[in-house]
């Protein structure tokens, strides 16, 4: 009988699905919650205080090109650091929706290490792209989304089929379902002409969402090929915003 009722158990009781995918929007939440840009620390201060302690934590945690490419190694380090902060509440939650709702499915697919190495590696070099093509700039990047970007471009090859929900604002964002190889490239096109008119200024980084979005459905071809696609399969997601 016991016997019996720790198999009913284990057959009942899932691991999550997706443990890294949770574990990075954890690891993100935590580090704004406890940093200066969520404004819930009294040790940073406020007012003028609280700014210059998030330019300088900016400064420090996230990618300045111009210091990327003087050589010093702990700048070396910064396109991986800055992965995990973010500039404002809003760029966390966007960031970490766009994370759930197409991180759970890819990682499933390509496995929990494998999905890390990915996630951390497009990443970096989504933000080094970037850095690159603005070598001079002094301005601080920070965020997510070139990783999660390779996570779209993934997907994308992955699961072309599988229906997404967006809201799309010039339809009064009415929920509707697309097909994921409708509602990613409308959004790859949406970067690209925004990273037309982009300044080198402070901002959303579009180029880093083309160059991850690029490396993750080019790593997705390479290592599945096309046997790996699925026809069909379910995403409960929602399109937004998406910030570096």
Known sequence: MISKWSAVARRTVRRPAAPVTYGLIALCCLIFLTGPASGLSPAYGSGDALLAAQQAYFRHWGVVPAELFEGAPRAALTPATAL????????????????????VMTEERM???????????????????????????????????GAISAVLGAFLFLFPRA?????????FFLPLRFPAWVVLPFWVA????????????????????????????????????????????????TEGENQP
């Open 84 to 103: 995990f902060v973010h500039g404002s509440w809003l760029h966390l939650l966007g960031n970490m929706l766009f994370l759930y709702v197409f991180g």
């Open 111 to 145: 496995g929990r290490v494998e999905f890390t190495c990915f996630y951390v590696g497009c990443g970096y070099l989504a933000l080094l792209g970037y850095a690159g093509a603005h070598a001079g700039s002094e301005q601080s990047l920070v965020g997510a989304s």
């Open 163 to 171: 229906r997404v929900t967006s809201l799309l604002p010039f339809l």
């Open 190 to 237: 949406l970067q690209w002409l925004a990273a037309g008119q982009a300044t080198g200024g402070p901002g959303v980084a579009y180029l880093a969402h083309l160059v991850g979005f690029a490396l993750g459905f080019l790593y997705a071809w390479a290592r599945f090929g096309r046997t790996a696609r699925v026809k069909a399969a379910p995403a409960p997601a």
